[in-house]
């Protein structure tokens, strides 16, 4: 897998020197795999507002090992007000695809990976369906087979990350191979993987309808046709906007237009649904909010893409 390290952040930033760093997937392994996401703040004290992590709806799910300390899922709409309710998550846990954009808190240090999956790679591999999964979490230990069970061992007794990289990469590149649907394709983005699987669903069994189209979207990934569309439109409107971000000042009216919504109205409703925050207030958190780490890393690794 090829890694992305984010970078130092500057002298006087409000952000943490916590280690976040992500893994991009192989040819090989790339229609089942995202990334695998890195996050590491052992070795540092940060005050309670800086241990929320924020994430977007996504119709990705998780397979996450928290190796050291512990993390809650915050039930509250977002930014969440200081007595939400919070929900302690497995050590070792699978986590569906989520209609709503969403956040954790950890209580002091914490190392964790995350494996970013597909819902038809997700059941491909692991026979989980991502709709049973919707907007929660189950105990990896409970609901995984044996084989996943000896990677999680192996995983948490590895001597560091880039070895458990290898490991994770080890059991899934065999196990992929064996399990993977026949029209499994290559998708970097939510929008292009939502694109194939509309075809596979249209060429699936015997009705071909659009709404037998949708009933069967639904029922891999939980979530409707329309909502997909959403998120994928959302992710595409983001990371042009990191983009633009790079190259100089970014114009909305522009953007909207680029990435397919009626006005720049629309872009900021669609956007405030999917990640809980108005296109310029996520902008600023990018550049402030220690909970942003993931939008970071995201929009990190589509720059480093779209150089090479």
């Known amino acids: 897998m090829f890694k992305i390290d984010q ?5 006087g930033s409000p952000l943490s020197a916590a280690r976040n760093a992500m893994w991009l997937p192989r040819a090989g392994l790339a229609a089942a795999v995202r990334a695998v996401v890195l996050r590491d703040s052992r070795g540092l004290t940060l ?7 924020y994430f977007p709806a996504s119709p990705l799910c998780t397979i996450t090992w928290f190796l050291h300390g512990d993390c809650h899922l915050v039930h509250a709409s977002l930014p969440p007000p200081p007595d939400s309710r919070r929900e302690r998550l497995p050590d070792f846990c699978v986590g569906g695809p ?7 808190w950890v209580s002091g240090e914490v190392h964790a990976l995350m494996l970013l999956l597909p819902p038809d790679a997700l059941l491909a591999l692991t026979g989980l369906q991502a709709g049973e999964l919707l907007n929660r979490f189950a105990d990896g230990s409970r609901v995984l087979d044996d084989g996943w069970q000896q990677l ?3 995983v948490a ?5 880039e070895a458990r990289i290898a490991l994770i990469e080890a059991f899934l590149t065999p ?3 064996q399990v993977r649907p026949p029209q499994s394709l290559v998708s970097r983005l939510n929008s292009d993987w939502l694109q194939h699987l509309a075809l596979r669903a249209a060429n699936s069994g015997l009705g071909r309808s659009v709404r037998q189209v949708e009933r069967r979207i ?3 990934t939980g979530q409707s046709l329309r909502e997909l569309n ?6 595409r409107a983001f990371l042009e906007g990191v983009a633009a971000e790079r190259d100089g000042l970014i114009n909305w009216g522009e953007l909207a237009d680029q990435t397919g919504y009626a006005d720049q109205s629309h872009l900021c409703r669609q956007t405030r649904r999917v990640t809980g925050f108005t296109p310029a207030e996520l902008r600023r958190r990018l550049a402030e909010d220690e909970g942003c780490w993931v939008y970071r890393l995201w929009g990190l690794s589509e720059l480093h893409l779209r150089q090479d």
């Open 152 to 154: 999680s061992r192996a």
């Open 230 to 235: 959403g998120m994928g439109r959302a992710e």
């Open 98 to 104: 989520f209609n709503h954009p969403c956040c954790s």
């Open 218 to 220: 639904k029922s891999w």
């Open 7 to 11: 970078p130092p952040h500057p002298v």
């Open 47 to 53: 005050p309670d507002a800086q241990r929320y992590t």
């Open 157 to 161: 007794a590895a001597a560091d990350d």
């Open 175 to 177: 196990l992929w191979a």
